[in-house]
């Protein structure tokens, strides 16, 4: 698909549009199935050496509330993605990359495939980091990495970051990754200020060029102690950047029709049904909270999350009821492995 191509649909309205959710869907079915994968989101450590400005884990954000977790409590997560036989977990978390912290996540992944006698599959998404930190993670028994690159237009990704970062820096990790052996992630945010069509459509194509295995997209939700913030009323409105999220899931669908793309929570925050919009779109896995409680209204990369219970077995008994009203259905105990990743390693 041209840019030109990707831009027309991005901007369809009415019929035209909900033809393109179908289609996302149709895809989905007819190249995959019903199925959707869950990975136990664990929201690892609040701290951040970085400053995104539209994060509210940015290190200048002298209110955000910041807290790592204890071993066990990463431990007792992990045990209970086993009891709900998800699978498999990821571990999020601010991105450090002092000694302490890359010895620590080797050590969590480590002992956790220990505990689980290799059952549970890992992600990791801890930002940017050297080929030998990914390399130690890897070895120590993570297979799958998100690292998003936010949005692939260098000029908007050095106005949504401070200058200290580096848009190639960000590429040659992303690389390094798929390189290493991960089933490696990216993604974007939609309805960014200064964002046009022509970036999303890029995103797009960029996400095809490196050939990822898996894609998370979420709507821009500007943050009030961040800088961004002065922009919030310079964005599409919620209802049009709900829908715009909707229609890239399903123009990403059609154009890499095996990846593994993630309905994420921040479509879930802007509308309640969003998360089951986006799979009805051609989204595949949901990452439901295993965070404890009292961490998780102090990670806030964007405000108003959704408030979860704090019965895990209560919230996966709703999600099944929602996911089956749309016809799909949870795959329990499995990783949930990319069927792209999984063909090109078939043929290499
Ligand atoms: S987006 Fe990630 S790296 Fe940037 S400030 Fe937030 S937690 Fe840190």
């Given at each position: 698909m041209t840019v030109d191509e990707i831009k027309s649909l991005l901007a369809s309205q009415g019929e035209e549009a909900q033809a393109l959710l179908n289609k996302g869907l149709q895809t989905k079915l007819q190249t995959l199935d019903n199925c959707v994968h869950l990975r136990g989101l664990i929201?690892?450590?609040?701290?951040?050496?970085k400053n995104c400005?539209?994060?509210?884990?940015?290190?200048?954000?002298?209110?955000a509330i910041r807290y790592t977790m204890s071993d066990q409590e990463v431990f007792d997560c992990a045990q209970l993605a086993m009891q709900l036989h998800y699978g498999s977990i990821a571990i999020q978390s601010g991105e450090r990359s002092d000694r302490a912290f890359v010895d620590k996540i080797t050590f969590l992944v480590r002992e956790i495939k220990r505990q689980t006698d290799g059952k549970l599959g890992i992600t990791l998404s801890c930002g940017e980091q050297t080929e030998e930190t990914y390399r130690k993670w890897f070895d120590a028994g993570a297979h799958r990495y998100l690292l998003r690159?936010?949005?692939?237009?260098p000029d908007l990704y050095y106005k949504i970051h401070?200058?200290?970062?580096d848009f190639d820096k960000r590429v040659a990790c992303i690389e390094s990754l798929i390189k290493i052996g991960y089933q490696t992630g990216t993604g974007c945010m939609i309805?960014?200020?200064?964002?046009?069509l022509d970036d999303l459509a890029s995103d797009l194509l960029f996400f095809q060029e490196k050939q990822v295995a898996m894609v998370g997209m979420g709507p821009f939700i500007p943050h009030p102690?961040?800088?961004?913030?002065?922009?919030r009323n310079a964005i599409p409105s919620v209802a049009e950047r709900v829908q715009l999220t909707l229609k890239m899931i399903a123009l990403l669908r059609i154009i890499m029709p095996e990846i593994n793309m993630v309905a994420a929570t921040a479509v879930q925050t802007l509308d309640p049904q969003g998360r089951e919009k986006a799979v009805k779109a051609g989204a595949n896995v949901i990452m439901p909270n295993l965070s404890p409680e009292n961490y998780r209204k102090e990670?806030?990369?964007?405000?108003?999350k959704p408030s979860v219970s704090d019965n895990a077995i209560n919230d996966q008994q709703e999600l099944e009821k929602s996911l089956q009203a749309i016809n799909h259905r949870i795959l329990y105990d499995?990783?949930?492995?990319s069927v792209a990743f999984t063909k090109q390693h078939l043929k290499s």
């Open positions: 929201e690892y450590s609040s701290c951040c050496a400005l539209y994060c509210g884990l940015r290190c200048t954000n002298a209110s690159i936010e949005a692939s237009n401070p200058k200290d970062h309805g960014l200020p200064f964002q046009t102690d961040t800088p961004l913030w002065q922009y990670y806030l990369i964007y405000p108003d499995a990783w949930g492995d």
